[in-house]
C-alpha cells in the first residue's frame, strides 16, 4: 500500500500542492490526471524525495519515505521516471540501463532484467553503444522508462511516459504495465497529460486542480462523468 | 642534440608525476566541482609519514603501501568532514576550506617534523642509465616514475571504464541528481573519489621526495605545474591529466634546460594564459553534449 497523507509543497511563494491525500491500491494503476501546472509532477517529485514537503507525509508498507534520502527510497523498489530528460548524456544505452539495476544484489538477475528490456524496446538494442546525448526524444523515453523498469521496482512512478512515444509504442507500454501490475504485483503511479489513454488502463484515478485533489475513484467513474471530463480533463 | 634528449627523458619523468597529481585534481574537479588547492599538502602529510617510518627501519615497500593507504584515508577523511559540510554553500566556501587545510597540513608538518629539508632515500638507482656507449639522463628510478604512474593511470582506467563502481562514480560526476534517482548512493562516492585522488597525489608526493629538498613545502611548486597540467588536459578527463602532465613536464623542461630554471614556474604561468586564451576548455574536454 502506497499512502499519500495530507502533501503541502511550496516553492519560494509558489503553493504547488496544498494537502494531497490518496491512497494507491497494491498491484493497480493510479492515473493522476489534471492541467498544466495542476502539480502532478511535484506530486511524484515529492513522493521520492526530490522536493522536500512542508507538511504531510508519504507511506510505502511499513516505511515511512518522507524525510528518506531520494536513494534511499528507490532501493526501497520506488522507481520514478521523471518528466522528460531522465538520460544521462554523457554515458552509453547500455551504462544508462545497468545503472537503474546497479543497487539490486542479483547479478545473474540483472542480466535477466536488461535482456528483458532489450527485448521491449528493440531500438534500444540496436543502440546499446550510442551515448545517451544520440538519441531521439521517444529514444530517450524508452531509455528512461527501460532503466525504471531494469531495477524490477515494486513501485512506479511515471511521468508523462507517452510524450514523444509513437502510439504504438505508448499502447505496448500500457499494455505491459497492465501486464506487470498482475504478474509482477506491480504499483503503478501515472501521471498523463492523455487522459483517455491513461484512464483506460488505469484502475484508479485522482484529479488534481490547483494543487488539490478534486475527485478520487475508480478510472471507470472518473471517465464516465462528464462534468469532470469537461472541466477538468479536456475530452 | 644529446642534451635535447636528456631534456626530452627528464621532461617526461617530471610529467608523470606532474600527471599524477592532476588525476587527483580532475577526480576532485569531476566529484565536487572543487579545485583542492590541499592536493600537494595531503601527498607531503602521507609521504611524511612514509619517511618516518623509513626513518625506523621499516622496509622501504612496506612504508611505501602506508603511505599510499595514508593517503586513501587522508582523502576520504577530508571529504567527509570538511568537504560534505558545504554542499549547497556559496562558491567560495570549498576554496577557503581547501585553501585553510593547504596552510594547516603545512604548518602542522612543519611543528612536528621541522622545516628543514632533508634527504629521503630512493627505492632505486638514480644514477643516468648507460644505453649504448651514451649516458643519458634518466635513470632506474625515473624507469620506477613512469612505471608506477602508467600502472596507476591503467588501473584507475579499468576501474572507471570497466567495473560497476567506475559506472556509479561517472553517473554522479555527470548528473548526481539522476544518479540517485536510480539509487546510486552518490555521498558515498564522493567520497571514493577524493580518496582515489589523494591516493594518486601519494604516489607523486613518494616520487618527488628522494630528488626534492624534501621539507613539508616540496610539494607547493609541484601541485603548480600539476594544475597547469590538469587545465591543460581540460580538468575532466584522466587521459588529459597525463597528457597534459607531459606536455608541462616537457615544455617546463626545455625552459628549464635552455633558458634556466628558474624561469621554469614563469613558463608554466606562460602555458596557462596560451590555453586558456586559445582553449579554455582545455586540450582534451569532449564537445559539448546536446542539451535538451
Ligand atoms: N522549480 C519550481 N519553482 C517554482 N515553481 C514551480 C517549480 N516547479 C513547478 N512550479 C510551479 O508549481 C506548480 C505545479 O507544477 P507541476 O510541474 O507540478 O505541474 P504539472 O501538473 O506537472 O504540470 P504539467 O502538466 O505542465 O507538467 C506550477 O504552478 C508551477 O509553475
Ligand atoms: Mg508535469
Do not use: C
Not at chain 1, 135 to 156: D, F, T
Not at chain 2, 67 to 76: E, I, Q, R, T, Y
Not at chain 2, 201 to 230: C, E, H, K, Q, W
Amino acid at each position: 500500500m502506497l499512502e499519500v497523507d495530507g502533501l503541502t509543497v511550496s516553492y519560494g511563494p509558489v503553493r504547488a500542492l496544498r494537502g494531497v491525500s490518496f491512497a494507491a491500491r497494491p498491484s493497480t494503476i493510479t492515473a493522476v490526471l489534471g492541467a498544466n501546472g495542476a502539480g502532478k509532477t511535484t506530486l511524484l517529485r515529492a513522493m521520492t524525495g526530490l522536493v522536500r514537503p512542508q507538511e504531510g507525509s508519504v507511506r510505502f508498507d511499513d516505511h515511512e519515505l518522507t524525510g528518506l534520502p531520494v536513494e534511499e527510497v528507490v532501493r526501497l523498489g520506488v522507481a520514478h521516471v521523471p518528466e522528460g530528460r531522465g538520460v544521462i548524456d554523457q554515458l552509453t544505452v547500455e551504462e544508462n540501463l545497468r545503472l537503474g539495476a546497479l543497487w539490486r544484489k542479483d547479478k545473474s538477475d540483472r542480466k535477466r532484467a536488461l535482456a528483458e528490456t532489450y527485448d521491449l524496446f528493440p531500438p534500444l538494442a540496436e543502440r546499446r553503444r550510442r551515448l545517451g546525448a544520440a538519441l531521439s526524444g521517444g529514444e530517450r523515453q524508452m531509455l528512461a522508462i527501460g532503466r525504471a523498469l531494469v531495477s524490477r521496482p515494486r513501485v512506479l512512478l511515471l511521468d508523462e511516459p507517452s510524450l514523444g512515444l509513437a502510439p504504438l509504442v505508448t499502447a505496448q507500454l500500457m499494455a505491459l504495465l497492465a501486464e506487470l501490475t498482475l504478474l509482477a504485483s506491480l504499483t503503478v503511479i501515472l501521471v498523463e497529460q492523455n487522459a483517455r489513454s491513461a484512464l483506460s488502463v488505469a484502475t484508479w484515478a485522482v484529479v488534481i486542480n490547483l494543487g488539490q485533489v478534486v475527485v478520487s475513484d475508480t478510472a471507470a467513474a472518473v471517465g464516465t462523468d462528464t462534468g469532470l471530463r469537461h472541466h477538468y480533463l479536456g475530452f | 642534440m644529446s642534451h635535447f634528449v636528456n631534456l626530452s627523458l627528464n621532461g617526461i619523468s617530471s610529467g608523470m608525476i606532474y600527471a599524477s597529481v592532476a588525476l587527483g585534481l580532475v577526480l576532485v574537479w569531476r566529484a565536487t566541482r572543487i579545485i583542492n588547492f590541499a592536493q600537494g599538502s595531503m601527498a607531503m602529510f602521507s609521504t611524511y609519514m612514509a619517511v618516518t617510518l623509513l626513518d625506523r627501519n621499516l622496509g622501504y615497500w612496506e612504508a611505501f603501501a602506508v603511505a599510499l593507504a595514508v593517503g586513501l584515508a587522508l582523502g576520504a577523511v577530508v571529504e567527509r568532514t570538511l568537504i560534505r559540510p558545504l554542499q549547497g554553500k556559496p562558491e567560495l566556501n570549498p576554496v577557503i576550506v581547501t585553501f585553510g587545510l593547504f596552510i594547516l597540513l603545512e604548518g602542522v608538518a612543519g611543528a612536528i617534523f621541522g622545516v628543514r629539508s632533508r634527504g629521503v632515500p630512493a627505492a632505486f638507482s638514480q644514477s643516468g642509465l648507460t644505453i649504448g656507449h651514451h649516458r643519458v639522463s634518466f635513470s632506474h628510478f625515473d624507469l620506477f616514475v613512469l612505471g608506477s604512474v602508467l600502472a596507476l593511470m591503467v588501473l584507475m582506467l579499468v576501474l572507471f571504464r570497466a567495473t560497476d563502481v567506475g559506472l556509479r562514480m561517472r553517473a554522479s560526476a555527470f548528473a548526481p541528481e539522476m544518479s540517485r534517482l536510480v539509487g546510486v548512493r552518490v555521498g558515498r562516492v564522493l567520497t571514493l573519489g577524493w580518496a582515489l585522488a589523494s591516493l594518486a597525489g601519494s604516489l607523486a608526493g613518494l616520487l618527488v621526495a628522494p630528488r626534492s629538498a624534501f621539507s613539508p613545502n616540496y610539494m607547493d611548486l609541484i601541485l603548480v605545474y600539476a594544475f597547469t597540467a590538469a587545465v591543460v588536459g581540460g580538468l575532466e578527463s584522466p587521459v588529459g591529466a597525463l597528457v597534459g602532465g607531459l606536455l608541462t613536464g616537457l615544455v617546463l623542461s626545455f625552459v628549464g634546460g635552455y633558458l634556466g630554471s628558474s624561469l621554469e614556474p614563469l613558463g608554466a604561468a606562460v602555458i596557462l594564459i596560451l590555453v586558456l586564451s586559445a582553449r579554455p576548455e582545455g586540450l582534451f574536454s569532449r564537445p559539448a553534449a546536446r542539451q535538451v
